[in-house]
């Protein structure tokens, strides 16, 4: 049998576990078409659903299923690259789909869904809620009391969940009194990315890493979420939320947590949540003096961005021109615990900035000896540079002699580099979103996100969030296209540090 063979028939074995019927709410939507679409598409094309999975979507807009078909085939080309796109492939999951027009605030439009499911079986159902949070507790109660649910049933809800703490409970209460904790996925797509994912093996299954992984060998670390582009047509959600809630509570939050935890008993899903719980429960809150010195706020300005000009935060389509939404965020967080005391996590994420850019740097302390050259002990500190986004990778930045006979012992940095495109060139590197709805599929829980996690990263970001309110100060203005606002560079340089800007 060849390799190609036995791992098609592995995959098709994994199959057999991931058989449901999968409902998708708000079918229409840009997030569906952009990224469920897609990511449904390779699970078949790799043979990872079952033959019995069915797809259901559901929206508002009247339309038949011969025109719902053409639509996801249409975002599929438009998605997937040409040379994934094969016929066969395309042709056997446009066959596992059906819709099914409704307003998702009618509960007598429920009964459609419940009559979809007559002869399911054993087959679990996943409801997917790719709509606005405002809407996931009518859809999980009408669901319950339309008789479409079974104890088997799942529920996948997307961020943002609320806008602040109370808000956050409101929902998950409403979630909550229909689906049990057990039956709730709560997606962060970066919790996805195959890099991430890398970081629990490279920090609990290499001694090199898991002895130095501490305050006694680390520095400080450094997570940079940088967005090339603005609002994209997103401002009455965005202004509302803000950079801090639209990212920094969720995804910045989850890759600290993942950063900093200890060591999870196991594998399971609430050995390393109750873990990463731990680490949002340590963050040390801001106090007034800490909000000037170590929290920036920002808002682009028109500038440019590959060298075209682009308009300023308040000059977008629909903008409340006195709006003191921030466009960026940079701050100095502390865990205090004892593994990471006195180590500072600087974090910067924002939009209309140079590139798209999501890595994470963690720079270990010198040696406490140094022999070499004095004018090089700025380099004598190793670096672990972790590549989310665009060109996932890790990179460990050494030290070694300058090649040469007359460069004596002149030390050079260069990286021991796994660029993941390159080491797995015949491997494809799957997109988040595939390996979150595979999991979803399984019942896998340890990529998502449990309702304390949740709780406690609200509880951090409302503090600064009310601290902000009550200082009453406008965000500092960066030009679209820069790296933020200079008060950000200040920040870490007042630590005598930089911002790792070269990977």
């Given amino acids: 049998m060849s390799q190609d063979t036995r791992s098609r028939s592995a995959r098709s074995s994994d199959a057999a576990g991931t058989e449901v019927d999968f409902v998708l709410f708000g079918a229409l939507g840009d997030l ?23 797809l259901l979507g559901v929206a508002r807009q009247d339309e038949s299923l011969d025109g719902f078909k053409s639509r996801v085939e249409s975002a599929l080309k438009q998605y997937v690259p040409g040379e994934e796109l094969d016929r066969a492939s395309l042709k056997r999951f446009l066959t596992r789909l059906d819709y099914r027009c409704l307003d998702a605030t009618q509960p007598e439009g429920y009964a459609e869904i419940r009559e979809w499911r007559q002869g399911a079986g054993e087959r679990p159902m996943v409801i997917y809620l790719a709509v606005g949070a405002s809407l996931y ?11 479409s649910l079974d104890e088997r049933s799942r529920v996948v809800v997307e961020k943002p969940i609320g806008y602040d703490l109370e808000s956050s409970a409101e929902i998950n209460d409403a979630i909550g009194a229909v689906f049990p904790e057990s039956r709730i996925y709560r997606i962060d797509h970066y919790l996805g990315k195959e890099t991430v994912q890398n970081l629990i093996a490279l920090r609990f299954a290499n001694p090199l890493f898991g002895t130095q992984w501490n305050q006694s060998h680390i520095s400080h670390v450094e997570i940079t979420v940088a967005e090339k ?3 994209e047509g997103r401002w009455g959600y965005f202004d509302q939320a803000g950079q801090l809630r639209d990212m920094v509570q969720n995804h910045l939050l989850q890759l600290i947590c993942l950063i900093a935890m200890d060591p999870p008993a196991n594998l399971d899903a609430d050995a390393i949540r109750d873990e990463k719980v731990k680490v949002l429960k340590a963050l040390k809150p801001f106090t007034d003096d800490m909000l000037g010195r170590d929290v920036v706020r920002g ?53 209309r900035m140079p590139e798209k850019l999501s890595q994470i740097v963690i720079h270990f302390r010198q040696q406490p000896h140094y022999i070499f050259d004095p004018d090089q002990r700025a380099l004598a500190a190793n670096k672990l540079v972790i590549r989310l ?38 491997t ?76």
């Avoid at 569906?32 to 598409?41: D, E, F, H, I, V």
């Avoid at 629909?318 to 100095?332: I, P, Y």
Wanted: some cysteine; glycine content about 8%; charged content about 25%.
């Fill in 137 to 147: 507790g009518d859809i999980c109660r009408y669901l319950q009391d339309s008789g």
């Fill in 229 to 231: 582009v603005g609002i």
């Fill in 299 to 351: 808002q682009y300005i028109a500038g440019t961005s590959d060298g075209v000009n682009v308009p300023g935060y308040l000059e977008e389509p629909d903008a409340n021109t006195e709006s003191h939404t921030e466009t960026f965020v940079a701050m100095k967080a502390e865990v205090s615990n004892w593994r990471w005391a006195g180590v500072p996590f600087y974090l910067r994420t924002g939009k």
């Fill in 389 to 426: 986004q665009p060109d996932e990778g890790i990179a460990l930045q050494v030290l070694t002699k300058d090649s040469g006979l007359d460069k004596g012992m002149r030390l050079r940095p260069g990286p021991l580099h796994l660029d993941f495109n390159s080491a797995f060139s015949k």
């Fill in 32 to 54: 569906s078409q952009r990224k469920l679409y897609p990511a449904l598409y390779h699970l078949e094309r790799e043979n990872l659903l079952a033959t019995s999975t069915r």
């Fill in 428 to 503: 494809r590197i799957p997109d988040a979103y595939e390996r979150l709805l595979l999991e979803v599929m399984k019942g896998q829980q340890y990529l998502f996100v449990r309702r304390d996690e949740v709780e406690h990263a609200w509880k951090w970001c409302d503090s600064l969030i009310n601290a902000w309110r009550e200082r009453d100060e406008l965000p500092r203005r960066y030009p679209a296209g820069s790296w933020g606002p200079v008060a950000s560079i200040a920040m870490i340089t007042q630590d005598g540090r930089s911002w790792y800007e070269d990977y």
